[in-house]
């Protein structure tokens, strides 16, 4: 689907103004995309240089079953970092026990 590139972690997307007569392959069904038919835009981690067009149900579909997560979803999915608050805390505790 993406080729030998490694699956993006996460997505943004937005609706395709493209007024170019060209036609695109969408990466999610394979099927042809004319450029000026109502589609959607993805770039793979915001990398605009690697964006692809895909049909805007195809990424309905895919955002329904689950794929194709946006960077705040993916953020959710991953271990936050300690807070300030909780590394002054630790701070704090290991000086008490000294
Ligand atoms: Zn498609």
């Given at each position: 689907?993406?080729?030998?590139?490694?699956?993006?972690?996460?997505?943004?997307?937005?609706?395709?103004?493209?007024?170019?007569?060209?036609?695109?392959?969408?990466?999610?069904?394979?099927?042809?995309?004319?450029?000026?038919?109502?589609?959607?835009?993805?770039?793979p981690?915001?990398d605009?240089t690697r964006r692809?067009?895909?049909?805007?149900?195809?990424?309905?579909?895919?955002?329904?079953?689950?794929?194709?997560?946006?960077?705040?979803?993916?953020?959710?999915?991953?271990?936050?970092?300690?807070?300030?608050?909780?590394?002054?805390?630790?701070?704090?505790?290991?000086?008490?026990?000294?």
């Amino acid at each position: 689907m993406l080729g030998r590139m490694a699956e993006p972690r996460w997505w943004h997307f937005r609706r395709a103004q493209n007024l170019k007569p060209a036609t695109y392959r969408c990466p999610l069904c394979g099927r042809q995309l004319p450029a000026l038919s109502e589609h959607m835009l993805l770039f793979p981690e915001g990398d605009r240089t690697r964006r692809r067009h895909a049909h805007t149900e195809c990424v309905m579909k895919a955002r329904k079953a689950g794929r194709l997560p946006t960077r705040e979803e993916w953020l959710k999915t991953q271990p936050r970092p300690p807070s300030v608050w909780q590394r002054v805390m630790a701070r704090v505790k290991r000086r008490d026990s000294a």
